[in-house]
C-alpha cells in the first residue's frame, strides 16, 4: 500500500493511500487462520465494497473529512501535491466509519 502527505491549497493537510479489497480480504483470511478467537466458525471476515470500489480505490484523509476516488488512478503515488490535491477535490465524500465491536456488542 503506498502512501503520500500533502499540503492543499487552503493549506490542509491530507493523508492519501490506495486500498485494494482483494488485498485487505487474503490478509484477513490469513490473520483468521493465526488468530485463536471465541468467535464462532461461521464467522467470516471480509471486506464489503459496492460495486464500483471492487477495483479499489484511493483514500484522502484530513482532520476534518475522508474522500474515496477511483479508479486508482496509475502512478498517483508520483504525482505533484498540486495534481494530488485536483485529484482529492474529485473524489467523492466517505461515510462515516462505523465503531468496530467485538461479540455482544461490547467495545474493546
Known amino acids: 500500500m503506498a502512501h503520500r502527505q500533502y499540503r492543499d491549497e487552503k493549506d490542509v493537510v491530507w493523508q492519501v493511500w490506495d486500498i485494494h479489497p482483494m488485498e485487505v480480504e487474503r490478509q484477513l483470511r490469513a490473520d483468521e487462520k493465526?488468530?485463536?478467537t471465541e468467535?464462532?466458525?461461521?464467522?467470516?471476515?471480509?471486506?464489503a465494497v459496492s460495486g464500483e470500489l471492487v477495483g479499489g480505490w484511493l483514500c484522502f484523509e484530513s482532520s476534518r473529512e475522508r474522500r474515496r476516488l477511483w479508479p486508482i488512478p496509475t502512478g498517483w503515488e508520483y504525482l505533484s501535491d498540486a495534481e494530488l490535491t485536483l485529484l482529492g477535490s474529485s473524489a467523492v465524500s466517505a461515510p462515516e466509519r462505523k465503531p468496530r465491536s467485538?461479540?455482544?456488542g461490547q467495545r474493546r
Open 102 to 104: 467485538d461479540q455482544g
Open 39 to 47: 468467535r464462532s466458525p461461521e464467522t467470516r471476515m471480509r471486506m
Open 34 to 36: 493465526r488468530a485463536v
